[in-house]
């Protein structure tokens, strides 16, 4: 079975811009959280989707983002991308989500620098 | 403000030997404990859990520790092994609807051959 896929692996763009990751689950799982990881403040959740609906979101910003589509695929958007928004962004699938499985998988990630 | 603290940044520890994780939380909400071990260029990957009612959970050489008076816990990896450098990063979580995980800075482990 294939793992989490996470399109592309590496992004520079310029402070201002607005920047969209794409995010691939497992064949069968339904639920996808994002997180952020930078090396101050560790990871940190973002939000869930499960079945195209945002289920939980974390403490961020409006201007991040998500979407999920009928086949799972999850999208996150950053716009107006400020220098600290340098980060590595996992997602990470799971069949129904973690109110009901501890059983989550993540992707390798994708690393986007602001410059 | 962290709910979930790793104190130590680092630790480097000789092949063979064991290796103590540590880990506190404040959130007196937080009943499921996970850790997870990140290699570079990798996503982390699930290493081992804890419920909080349990003192103790084991899994070949991984054991955790759990101790909910003081909202602390270690992961114990014995014996240490070269493959095991990587980040550690400890997570905790409340059961129920909406439940999201709440992760810690991480440690990174060195085992020095």
């Known amino acids: 079975k294939a793992g989490v896929t996470q399109t592309p692996r590496y992004l520079i763009k310029t402070r201002g811009q607005q920047v969209t990751l794409s995010c691939s689950p497992i064949?069968?799982?339904?639920?996808v959280s994002w997180y952020q990881q930078t090396p101050g403040q560790g990871l940190q959740f973002l939000f869930e989707?499960?079945?195209?609906?945002?289920?939980n979101k974390g403490n961020f910003p409006g201007r991040f983002s998500g979407r999920q589509f009928s086949n799972s695929r999850s999208e996150m958007n950053v716009s107006t991308l400020e220098l600290g928004d340098s980060a590595l962004y996992l997602c990470?699938?799971?069949?129904?989500?973690?109110?009901?499985?501890?059983?989550?998988?993540f992707g390798p990630g994708t690393r986007l620098t602001v410059t | 403000d962290q709910q979930v603290k790793q104190n130590s940044p680092s630790l480097s520890v000789q092949e063979g030997r064991i290796s103590i994780l540590n880990c506190d939380y404040t959130?007196?909400?937080?009943?499921?404990f996970l850790w997870y071990k990140k290699y570079p260029a990798e996503g982390p990957t699930f290493l081992i859990s804890?419920?909080?009612?349990?003192d103790k959970n084991e899994d070949g050489r991984f054991t955790v520790f759990l101790n909910k008076s003081a909202k602390h816990l270690s992961l114990h990896i014995v014996p240490s092994q070269p493959g095991d450098s990587a980040v550690y990063f400890c997570?905790?979580?409340?059961?129920?609807?909406?439940?999201?995980?709440?992760f810690g800075k991480g440690i990174t482990l060195s085992v020095r051959p």
């Open positions: 804890i419920s909080s009612i349990k």
């Open positions: 990470a699938s799971s069949l129904e989500g973690l109110a009901f499985s501890y059983e989550q998988y």
């Open positions: 989707y499960f079945s195209e609906t945002q289920r």
């Open positions: 997570a905790a979580m409340p059961t129920g609807a909406n439940s999201k995980l709440t």
């Open positions: 959130n007196s909400m937080f009943d499921y």
């Open positions: 064949s069968g799982h339904r639920s």
